[in-house]
């Protein structure tokens, strides 16, 4: 299976404190007719962190049935113990995933050896396809070259997901990369045309909740071979990251939707709102935005 463009890392829309079925339909429905090539829920900014395992499980499943084969479906199943992960991805399975994402276990500091043993050990028991999520700057461990030197062998890994922001190991594992079913995407927003170019196969993205068309016209820019379009439309969403970073993840991203029209609630604790001292500097960022994009 060979993962291609810019996919979607799609929030989890919440109202009092549960998933909000109709919501999430409602989004599902609104990415799909914009044209992103695929969803990928349950992750970071689809707050796994403070789902259960049976909330995980109801949204995987809301989600796959709405989406009902029109774009591919990539879950995330990280946990930190081996065998919960093995668990809830067979789960995942069931519903019709096309493949579970797996982030690299967090809280505990793990050597390389273990993490090799840890995925491979998933990989061997799982009833669909994985991808590799890696995110140091959050869990505390790298998914060094030498490792995905080692993980890229096995067959039923089929994917990365970079988000370390480290261009030259992005470079690297490209560089890896010999099989026509695996596919290194990047996972920070602000690489993504560096990554097309350097040869990454797409990008999962969580501007593209709120920035959908012009992420997707950075992907589609590349392709059609306009760099000077795709690098001005790259730098362009520069400023919403900007405002991202004025709370916890995804608390700017979720009012940002809010604010376009598309109410997804607001995250669960222990994040919190967005706070009023910020919310003219955002909604005037917002505005800008939404003078440019279509709703």
Same mark, same amino acid.
């Given at each position: 299976?060979?993962?291609?463009?810019?996919?979607?890392?799609?929030?989890?829309?919440?109202?009092?404190?549960?998933?909000?079925?109709?919501?999430?339909?409602?989004?599902?429905?609104?990415?799909?007719?914009?044209?992103?090539?695929?969803?990928?829920?349950?992750?970071?900014?689809?707050?796994?962190?403070?789902?259960?395992?049976?909330?995980?499980? &109801?949204?995987?499943?809301?989600?796959?049935?709405?989406?009902?084969?029109?774009?591919?479906?990539?879950?995330?199943?990280?946990?930190?113990?081996?065998?919960?992960?093995?668990?809830?991805?067979?789960?995942?399975?069931?519903?019709?995933?096309?493949?579970?994402?797996?982030?690299?276990?967090?809280?505990?500091?793990?050597?390389?050896?273990?993490?090799?043993?840890?995925?491979?050990?998933?990989? &061997?028991?799982?009833?669909?396809?994985?991808?590799?999520?890696?995110?140091?700057?959050?869990?505390?461990?790298?998914?060094?070259?030498?490792?995905?030197?080692?993980?890229?062998?096995?067959?039923?890994?089929?994917?990365?997901?970079?988000?370390?922001?480290?261009?030259?190991?992005?470079?690297?594992?490209?560089?890896?990369?010999?099989?026509?079913?695996?596919?290194?995407?990047?996972?920070?927003?602000?690489?993504?045309?560096?990554?097309?170019?350097?040869?990454?196969?797409?990008?999962?993205?969580?501007?593209?909740?709120?920035?959908?068309?012009?992420?997707?016209?950075?992907?589609?820019?590349?392709?059609?071979?306009?760099?000077?379009?795709?690098?001005?439309?790259?730098?362009?969403?520069?400023?919403?990251?900007?405002?991202?970073?004025?709370?916890?993840?995804?608390?700017?991203?979720?009012?940002?939707?809010?604010?376009?029209?598309?109410?997804?609630?607001?995250?669960?604790?222990?994040?919190?709102?967005?706070?009023?001292?910020?919310?003219?500097?955002?909604?005037?960022?917002?505005?800008?935005?939404?003078?440019?994009?279509?709703?």
């Amino acid at each position: 299976m060979k993962i291609r463009g810019l996919i979607t890392a799609m929030v989890t829309p919440m109202h009092d404190g549960k998933v909000d079925e109709l919501a999430t339909k409602r989004l599902v429905n609104h990415l799909i007719e914009k044209g992103i090539h695929g969803l990928f829920i349950l992750g970071t900014n689809g707050e796994f962190f403070s789902l259960s395992d049976n909330e995980k499980v &109801n949204f995987v499943q809301i989600v796959v049935d709405e989406v009902a084969g029109r774009v591919p479906v990539f879950a995330g199943a990280g946990c930190i113990a081996t065998s919960q992960v093995i668990d809830l991805s067979n789960k995942f399975a069931n519903l019709g995933v096309d493949a579970v994402s797996v982030i690299t276990p967090y809280l505990i500091k793990l050597s390389q050896s273990e993490l090799i043993e840890h995925y491979t050990v998933i990989a &061997n028991k799982i009833k669909v396809p994985m991808i590799l999520y890696n995110i140091p700057q959050n869990t505390g461990i790298n998914i060094e070259v030498t490792t995905f030197e080692q993980l890229i062998k096995h067959p039923n890994i089929i994917g990365i997901k970079d988000s370390s922001g480290d261009i030259k190991q992005l470079e690297d594992f490209i560089k890896i990369n010999d099989r026509n079913d695996f596919s290194v995407l990047v996972g920070s927003d602000s690489k993504m045309l560096q990554a097309f170019e350097l040869g990454a196969d797409g990008a999962v993205s969580a501007t593209s909740n709120f920035l959908t068309n012009t992420d997707l016209d950075i992907y589609k820019s590349f392709k059609e071979g306009d760099r000077n379009k795709a690098r001005k439309l790259q730098d362009s969403i520069e400023p919403f990251r900007k405002i991202l970073k004025y709370a916890s993840i995804p608390s700017v991203l979720k009012y940002s939707m809010s604010f376009k029209g598309i109410d997804v609630g607001k995250p669960r604790n222990p994040i919190q709102d967005v706070e009023p001292q910020y919310f003219q500097e955002i909604n005037k960022i917002l505005m800008s935005y939404l003078r440019k994009e279509e709703i």
